[in-house]
């Protein structure tokens, strides 16, 4: 996406951020940004990734979920600042994105967020997307950084951990880093002993990203394994998109699983054959 596009989606997302206690329609966030209802929704999904629709409510209980976290405010209270008439109708929103009610999840006290707020890309040089390359020590910070872009994609990400197992894959060389503009723009972490790969992820602006990783794992550290990954169950509310994305490379259903006490699915992909392009 050209630079220019992104100036009105910066512009409703700094609104967006800032009224997120109150009533939001995409006319005043259009409003916000000086363009029309219809171009907005077009350049905000294409750049985020989800609908200005779906942005604010993720937002909203993204929130929600920290300060039932990190908060004792009454659940009524955090339901109404996220915009429910009532918190049984926030109970069953909430419940549907993160699989357990307001009530069970501030008592496992354990945060994740949705959606976190959109940060546009770095600007494309002009050699445009450089090769996946292993990840580095010297890496890691910038990895972190990349990760708010993509963090709905992956259920029960608490970043913590995440860190955690990041630095032993790096040190392991299981993660390739994809870079654009001289920041980390697609990642991912993977196994070799069993051909799974943990994390595949490319930022909203940067999705050929994805493709352009998972090719040079299946041509290098994997190469003629089948390839495995898990995400999302079909169906799941709290999904922005990340299944599709996977099927559109070419992964296929497999088992049903729940990993951290969350429903995913395992999802597979074939060895290339004959070291042809898929």
């Known amino acids: 996406m050209e630079r220019q596009n992104l100036e009105p989606v910066a512009a409703a997302v700094a609104f967006v951020e800032t009224n997120l206690q109150e009533p939001l329609e995409l006319s005043a966030v259009a409003d916000a940004a000086r363009y029309s209802k219809y171009h907005l929704h077009r350049l905000f999904t294409d750049a985020v990734g989800v609908t200005p629709h779906d942005y604010i409510r993720r937002r909203r209980l993204t929130e929600a979920a ?26 069953a929103v909430f419940k549907a994105m993160y699989k357990k009610t307001p009530k069970a999840y501030r008592k496992a006290r354990e945060y994740y967020p949705l959606q976190a707020a959109f940060v546009p890309g770095p600007e494309p040089s002009g050699l445009g997307l450089q090769p ?17 872009a ?21 040190a392991q060389r299981e993660a390739l880093v994809l870079r654009g503009g001289g920041e980390v723009v697609g990642a991912a972490a ?89």
């Open 66 to 91: 920290k300060r039932l976290v990190f908060s004792e405010a009454p659940i009524l209270e955090v339901a109404i600042d996220a915009g429910y008439e009532s918190q049984q109708a926030f109970t």
């Open 190 to 278: 993977f196994s070799r002993r069993t051909g799974r790969i943990d994390f595949l992820a490319a930022h909203p602006q940067y999705r050929e990203a994805a493709g352009t990783l998972l090719d040079s794992l299946r041509r290098g550290a994997l190469r003629g394994r089948t390839v495995s990954i898990t995400t999302f169950r079909q169906g799941d509310r709290a999904d922005a998109g990340q299944r599709a994305a996977y099927q559109r490379l070419g992964f296929m259903e497999a088992e049903l699983l729940t990993e951290f006490g969350y429903p995913t699915q395992r999802l597979v992909l074939p060895p290339l054959k004959g070291g042809a392009r898929r």
């Open 150 to 170: 993509v963090v709905g994609g992956f259920p029960c990400l608490k970043e913590a951990e995440y860190l955690a197992r990041l630095r032993q894959a790096v």
């Open 132 to 148: 996946p390359v292993y990840a580095s020590a010297a890496d890691v910070a910038d990895w972190m950084r990349f990760l708010p």
